[in-house]
Each structure stands twice: as C-alpha cells, then as structure tokens.
C-alpha cells in the first residue's frame, strides 16, 4: 500500500522559513517524479513543484521559483520542500503526490504577517 506522510509544516511569520518532508513507503520510491501540491483556504489544488527520479530536472511554479528548492533522498525514501522567504500567500495545506495522485494526509504552512 502507498503511504505517504508529510511533517515539517507550522506558524512562519512572512519572510521566515520552513522545511517540509514527506516519506514515503510501499512503492519503489526512486522510480518515480514527485510532486508537491498545496491548497490555500477555499481555493482548489495547485501544483507547486516537481522532481524527477535522479533529481536532475526540477519544475517549480512561477510565484514559488526562487525560494523554494525541491529535494530528495532515495535512501531514505523522502521528499523535501525547503520554502524559504514566505508571503502570506503561501498559506495552505502542503501536500506530496505521486504521479497516479496519491497524496499524504498533509501539512499546514501558516504565514502570518
């Protein structure tokens, strides 16, 4: 069975930083790009950044390019998601997926200003 869970997320003042994490469990987790994906209250999924198997192609979306880095640990079976100069705007609850849509249950990223 796939699982996936996310941690690492909390209350960030604007400008702060956060590092999410997501380990994954019950698949060959090297074989497969990884997404992360958030939704903001009221609002729908976004995709926000996505990872090849051997991390060297990196995608972001254009509002989160520059201060965040999407990472990965094929050892130890994680995903990362250093998020760093935060905006109100970044407030959501953080997913990872797996290309079939998978998702964790999610982590809270609150940005306060």
């Known amino acids: 069975e796939v699982q996936l869970v996310e941690s690492g997320g909390g209350l960030v003042q604007a400008g702060g930083s956060l590092r999410l994490s997501c380990a994954a469990s019950?698949?060959?987790?090297?074989?497969?790009?990884m997404d992360w994906v958030r939704q903001a209250p009221g609002k729908g999924l976004e995709w926000v950044s996505s990872?090849?198997?051997?991390?060297?192609?990196?995608i972001y979306l254009p509002s989160v390019k520059g201060r965040f880095t999407i990472s990965r640990d094929n050892v130890k079976n994680t995903l990362y998601l250093q998020m760093n100069s935060l905006k109100v705007e970044d407030t959501a609850v953080y997913y990872c997926?797996?290309?079939?849509?998978?998702r964790g249950q999610g982590t809270q990223v609150t940005v306060s200003s």
């Open positions: 990872i090849n198997s051997n991390s060297d192609r990196k």
């Open positions: 997926q797996t290309v079939t849509g998978v």
């Open positions: 019950g698949f060959t987790f090297n074989d497969y790009v």
